[in-house]
């Protein structure tokens, strides 16, 4: 099944509390990955009444969406929304809320409460506005996600955070919920959650692919600043990493 979780933690320079999770295959990352994301949700119904995800978005969990959408959960008990979006019209195919309606809110998981970040009606409302509107919808949220997926890219930004934005260092002292960020690395200005709000969650899981993040991540575990690298933000607190070649 999974590669020995000590030679991993050996290999690298793990903090503690942060766990690394190798795979042999996308198919058994996605299996492993996919029955640790149902068994939190359904501890969070049983013990709430309701459990509260947000996943990231891009190509990397398409197929974690494929898997749970099949899976038998109280989903009518669910709250979905997101770590970030780019501020595109929902029929954009660049459009994270657009991935989760067509990968995810479908057969049994159609029954789950979705709260996207950025709404087509955004394009024409202040940037200000933009955030108090996302913030109102964000209070529907119970103060403590059950579980943020994150992903990484390999400048180290995770959710929308960038290092290469100018908003960056607001969006990492903010007291609110969400900030807007414009990347010069990356296309589209990002609607994204803050530390603030990521970081209330019970559990969090950083969920990578390839060689070149596990790059990034040895990157990330050395000394460094969390502005150059704010995946460090995250890899500072417990933390599971699933990862696959």
Request: glycine share 4%; proline share 7%; aromatic share 6%.
């Given at each position: 099944?999974?590669?020995?979780?000590?030679t991993?933690?050996?290999?690298?320079?793990?903090p503690?509390?942060?766990?690394?999770?190798c795979?042999?295959?996308?198919?058994e990352?996605t299996?492993?990955?996919a029955?640790e994301?149902?068994?939190?949700?359904?501890?969070g119904?049983?013990?709430?009444?309701?459990?509260?995800?947000?996943?990231s978005?891009?190509?990397?969990p398409?197929?974690?969406?494929?898997?749970?959408?099949t899976?038998d959960l109280?989903?009518?008990a669910?709250?979905i929304?997101?770590?970030d979006d780019?501020?595109?019209p929902?029929?954009?195919?660049?459009?994270?809320?657009?991935?989760?309606?067509?990968?995810?809110?479908?057969e049994k998981?159609?029954?789950?409460?979705?709260?996207?970040l950025?709404?087509d009606r955004?394009?024409?409302?202040s940037h200000?506005a933009?955030?108090?509107?996302?913030?109102?919808?964000?209070?529907a949220?119970?103060e403590?996600?059950?579980l943020?997926?994150l992903?990484?890219?390999?400048?180290?930004?995770t959710?929308s955070?960038f290092p290469?934005?100018?908003?960056?260092?607001?969006?990492?002292?903010?007291?609110?919920?969400?900030?807007?960020?414009q990347?010069?690395?990356?296309?589209w200005?990002?609607?994204t959650?803050?530390?603030h709000?990521?970081l209330?969650?019970?559990?969090h899981?950083?969920?990578?692919c390839?060689e070149?993040k596990?790059?990034?991540?040895?990157?990330?575990?050395?000394?460094g600043?969390?502005?150059?690298m704010?995946?460090r933000?995250?890899?500072?607190?417990p933390l599971?990493?699933?990862?696959?070649?």
């Amino acid at each position: 099944m999974s590669i020995n979780d000590m030679t991993a933690h050996n290999e690298l320079p793990l903090p503690e509390g942060v766990r690394l999770r190798c795979f042999n295959s996308r198919e058994e990352q996605t299996v492993a990955l996919a029955e640790e994301v149902m068994a939190i949700l359904q501890s969070g119904i049983k013990a709430q009444g309701r459990a509260a995800v947000a996943f990231s978005g891009g190509r990397t969990p398409i197929p974690l969406f494929q898997q749970l959408r099949t899976e038998d959960l109280n989903w009518a008990a669910t709250q979905i929304t997101l770590a970030d979006d780019r501020c595109l019209p929902l029929a954009s195919p660049d459009s994270n809320a657009g991935l989760i309606t067509q990968q995810l809110l479908q057969e049994k998981a159609a029954a789950a409460e979705f709260i996207p970040l950025w709404l087509d009606r955004y394009d024409a409302l202040s940037h200000d506005a933009i955030l108090a509107d996302c913030q109102a919808r964000l209070d529907a949220l119970p103060e403590l996600f059950d579980l943020v997926i994150l992903g990484m890219g390999n400048d180290g930004h995770t959710a929308s955070l960038f290092p290469c934005s100018d908003e960056l260092d607001g969006a990492l002292t903010t007291q609110q919920d969400c900030a807007l960020l414009q990347p010069t690395t990356a296309p589209w200005q990002r609607l994204t959650l803050t530390p603030h709000r990521l970081l209330r969650s019970r559990q969090h899981i950083l969920h990578l692919c390839g060689e070149d993040k596990l790059n990034t991540l040895t990157q990330a575990l050395q000394p460094g600043t969390q502005r150059d690298m704010p995946i460090r933000i995250f890899l500072s607190q417990p933390l599971t990493i699933y990862w696959n070649p």
